[in-house]
Structures are given as structure tokens and as C-alpha cells.
């Protein structure tokens, strides 16, 4: 079974920073793509950003030059470095990979949400 860890989350204030780590572990033959998405109260859960394996990144127009996603293969890890942080990136944030168990399948794995705060 495959499960995403997600760690940094807080409360920061505008214009602070944080970084969001994601570590899958488990049965894991390889991982696709690794994203990050957020959710904020009332609203739909959005994408923030994703990177394949080749280390391709996109990014949400709200987020670019703010926001940089990597990803460590080594330890089916993806982190989302987050700077100059505005109220409106309040949301819970989850991290989702495309894992395969073997090598002709794969899945679609979230992680449990960590909460992100910005205020004064």
C-alpha cells in the first residue's frame, strides 16, 4: 500500500515563506508525475503546481515566480518552496503523485492535506 507524508504547513505572515515536503513510501515500481494542490474555504481545489519525471514544471497563473515545485526521486519526495506568500494563499494544501505498483499500472495518490495560513 502507498501512502503520502506531507509536512510544513503553518501559519506565516505576508510575505513569508514556507516549504511543503511530500514523501511517498510503500510499493512503488515508479513515480509520474508529483503535484501540489490547494483548497480554500468555500472554494474548489485548484492546482498549484506540477512536475513530471523528467523535472518539467508547470505552474497556476496565480503562483508563477512565487512558487517553485521539485522533486527528489532518490526519495519519492516532492517539495513545494513557497516565498512571498499572500492571504489569498491561505488554503490546506495536498500533495498528489501518479504512482505505479508494477511497471503497467498506475494510480492516482493524495496525500492528507497540510494546512497553510498567511496572515498578520
Known amino acids: 500500500q502507498v501512502q503520502l507524508v506531507e509536512s510544513g504547513g503553518g501559519l506565516v505572515q505576508p510575505g513569508g515563506s514556507l516549504r511543503l515536503s511530500c514523501a511517498a513510501s510503500g510499493s512503488i515500481f515508479t513515480i509520474y508525475t508529483m503535484a501540489w494542490y490547494r483548497q480554500a474555504p468555500g472554494k474548489q481545489r485548484e492546482m498549484v503546481a506540477v512536475?513530471?519525471?523528467?523535472?518539467?514544471?508547470n505552474y497556476a497563473d496565480s503562483v508563477k515566480g512565487r512558487f517553485t515545485i521539485s522533486r527528489d526521486n532518490a526519495k519519492n519526495t516532492a517539495y513545494l518552496q513557497m516565498i512571498s506568500l499572500q492571504p489569498e494563499d491561505t488554503a490546506d494544501y495536498y500533495c498528489?503523485?501518479?504512482?505505479?505498483?508494477?511497471?503497467?499500472?498506475?494510480?492516482?495518490?493524495w496525500g492528507q492535506g497540510t494546512q497553510v495560513t498567511v496572515s498578520s
Open positions: 498528489n503523485m501518479q504512482i505505479a505498483e508494477t511497471d503497467s499500472l498506475y494510480f492516482d495518490y
Open positions: 512536475i513530471n519525471k523528467g523535472g518539467s514544471a
